[in-house]
């Protein structure tokens, strides 16, 4: 079995899948989801069981590698592997995915459509974090647009098409600096276009033009993350989108942009990336604060998290541009962490949202006495966001903090002043997510005859919080059961910069 295309396979499913859904009967919609339910666990299961029997957790290089010929003109292939960086978030895709697929079960408008789209989202997020060929990884990069955009336009809020256009022009425009530094990389040296990684990365550049092309992948994965002051694009979709959506867009769709920090910028530009660091620790430090004080002036709950979800992604920034074993392997660990206490805050506020029919703080108040169990798990996650000790959320930020102190690449006064940025940001979380707890749930506001469907969270609803509330306890408590996954491919990008 170690000749099967596992990858191949593992990406195509889920699309393959999709394309028979528009045979199915118009007339009800409960055949199309557990038909979409069960190709989700289907992949999943295939995802694990390749992580489980063919990957190997201390080689630090590509595994099971598939090399196809596809367009002979553009020298385009099929290229495919995973190491420890990609496989963790194949995981996390394969796991918030299925959740996500699960959560949509009230969407009743086109549910074929919609459950396609869900699918193909799936295949381009698995096949990005799989790709060893930088047009591969741009072709996968592009193809993740056209679901998201239609998964707005079409279940989307009041502004959704407002969200939905500012998200595509966003995004579609950082991609071009995608395409355009892959093919300057591909053509630069040789007459003839490479864009195999491995190649790229022990190719060298002046130094000049490796910062050019470093700037130009590093908007567009800004974008992606965000990173501020390119973020607009996120509180807008978040606050427009279906809650299932959100799950993906915080869950994955944001951790594409730190993958191709770390996969292109850090591992094939290494001189330039020791430039830009002190910028980027400066710009997480910046955006873990920004972020923090404008989520507390937010009245709509939906938007208050996602500001949320862009403070936390100053930690990934933080930990990218301390250049340690111990600040990388935090960042990697906090893309994780936030995919899914990112997942399950934005699931809460959608089943929040189905009862109350408000996202807006100040028409809340009081619900906790209605519903003790969404009450509950909205509490347990928002504490694992602000870093509680004993959730994933805590070992990731400490392992940051404390990986940009240890770092022998920048001075006394530069660590300190930082720590003191980033402590302000860390103070700065309890305050914006109990303030929201308190506005939501406290108080006599709400009326029991304002409430509508079932009062508290149903079977389903628990099960997803539970498959949520696991993982982020688990980490929290023994972290290394994840953080070996990755260990020996950080301590090979780390290397790069022991000068």
């Known amino acids: 079995m170690s000749n099967f295309p596992w990858l191949t396979t593992i990406v195509f499913l889920p699309v393959s899948a999709g394309l028979v859904i528009p045979l199915f009967p118009t007339k009800g919609n409960n055949f199309v989801r557990w038909y979409t339910l069960g190709i989700c666990l289907l992949e999943f299961l295939s995802i694990t069981y390749v992580f489980c029997y063919q990957f190997k957790f201390s080689n630090q290089f590509i595994q099971l590698k598939e090399d ?19 496989i963790g978030l194949i995981l996390l895709t394969g796991f918030i995915t299925t959740l996500a697929t699960l959560a949509a079960w009230p969407v009743t408008r086109n549910p074929r459509l919609f459950y396609f789209l869900m699918l193909a989202m799936y295949s381009g997020q698995v096949g990005l974090f799989a790709s060893q060929d930088i047009s591969l990884f741009f072709f996968m990069w592009e193809l993740e647009l056209i679901p998201v955009y239609l998964l707005l336009c079409i279940w989307g809020g009041k502004r959704r098409l407002y969200a939905a256009t500012k998200f595509i022009l966003y995004t579609a425009g950082g991609s071009i600096f995608i395409l355009m530094g892959a093919l300057t990389m591909g053509f630069y040296g040789s007459n003839q276009l490479t864009l195999d990684l491995q190649n790229l990365s022990i190719k060298s550049y002046p130094i000049e033009l490796e910062i050019i092309l470093y700037l130009g992948f590093f908007i567009a994965y800004a974008v992606k993350l965000p990173i501020f002051p390119l973020h607009t694009w996120l509180p807008d979709t978040h606050g427009e989108a279906h ?3 959100c799950m993906l867009l915080a869950g994955i769709l944001s951790k594409m942009g730190g993958y191709g920090i770390i996969r292109i910028n850090m591992e094939l530009l ?3 990336h020791l430039i830009f660091a002190p910028w980027i620790v400066i710009i997480g430090t910046i955006q873990i604060v920004y972020a923090a004080l404008t989520s507390f002036s937010q009245r709509n709950l939906k938007r208050r998290i996602a500001y949320s979800s862009i403070s936390h992604m100053g930690f990934v920034l933080i930990g990218i541009g301390s250049m340690t ?7 990697v660990l906090q893309m994780i962490s936030h995919g899914l206490i990112g997942a399950a805050l934005f699931f809460s506020a959608g089943m929040s949202y189905d009862r109350t029919r408000t996202l807006f703080l100040d028409q809340m108040g009081g619900t906790a006495i209605y519903m003790p169990k969404i009450f509950t798990m909205f509490n347990s996650f928002s504490m694992a966001s602000l870093a509680l000790p004993g959730m994933s959320g805590f070992v990731a930020e400490f392992s940051i903090s404390l990986g940009i102190v240890i770092s022998h690449k920048y001075s006394f006064s530069f660590k300190v002043f930082i720590t003191i940025i980033e402590a302000i940001g860390i103070i700065l979380t309890p305050i914006y997510l109990l303030s929201m707890l308190r506005q939501m749930f406290y108080g006599y506001k709400f009326s029991k005859s304002l409430i ?3 009062m508290d969270a149903g079977p389903r609803e628990i099960f997803i919080l539970i498959c949520l509330i696991f ?3 688990g980490i929290g408590i023994y972290p290394n059961s994840v953080l070996s996954l990755w260990n ?9 910069f022991i000068f």
């Open 452 to 454: 509508f469907s079932d």
């Open 488 to 496: 020996s491919k950080v301590n090979f990008i780390s290397s790069k």
């Open 243 to 245: 809650y299932s959506t």
């Open 325 to 331: 074993d111990l600040g990388l392997n935090g960042a």
């Open 68 to 86: 196809y010929n596809w367009i002979n003109f553009f020298d385009f292939h099929w290229r495919l592997g995973i190491d420890g960086l990609s």
């Open 471 to 473: 993982p982020i306890i």
């Open 270 to 272: 290494p001189h330039a």
